[in-house]
């Protein structure tokens, strides 16, 4: 099974950008559909971006679309969260997610392996 880790969090000023990466160990990295999500204080953890095993197919929330760019690089083991035009409210720990099936999802509870997560903070 793989493990993830994410990196790249920190803080920025609102309209600012910032890309997080998500690193999986292990050699079948192509088999997972791979998602982001992200969970603020007080708050239930969100979907935020989903991409295919081939990274043909990507899926937003609609609070973030056209704003962040998931994107995969199979051969680096590697996902990928393009952030911009943060807006304070995008505050939160983000996670990156990972499921064995072509069938891509943004449910939290379908996912089964979960990196720990990077905080983002996004000031006014």
């Known amino acids: 099974q793989a493990q993830l880790v994410e990196s790249g969090g920190g803080l920025v000023q609102a309209g600012g950008s910032l890309r997080l990466s998500c690193l999986a160990s292990?050699?079948?990295?192509?088999?997972?559909?791979m998602g982001w999500f992200r969970q603020a204080p007080g708050k239930e953890r969100e979907f935020v971006a989903a991409?295919?095993?081939?990274?043909?197919?990507?899926y937003y929330a609609d609070s973030v679309k056209g704003r962040f760019t998931i994107s995969r690089d199979n051969a680096k083991n590697t996902v990928y969260l393009q952030m911009n035009s943060l807006k304070p409210q995008d505050t939160a720990v983000y996670y990156c997610?990972?499921?064995?099936?072509?069938?891509?999802?943004?449910?939290?509870?379908?996912?089964?392996?979960w990196g720990q997560g990077t905080q983002v903070t996004v000031s006014s």
């Open positions: 997610a990972a499921r064995s099936s072509v069938v891509v999802t943004t449910t939290p509870n379908e996912y089964a392996i």
């Open positions: 991409i295919s095993r081939s990274g043909a197919g990507t």
């Open positions: 292990g050699r079948t990295f192509s088999i997972y559909t």
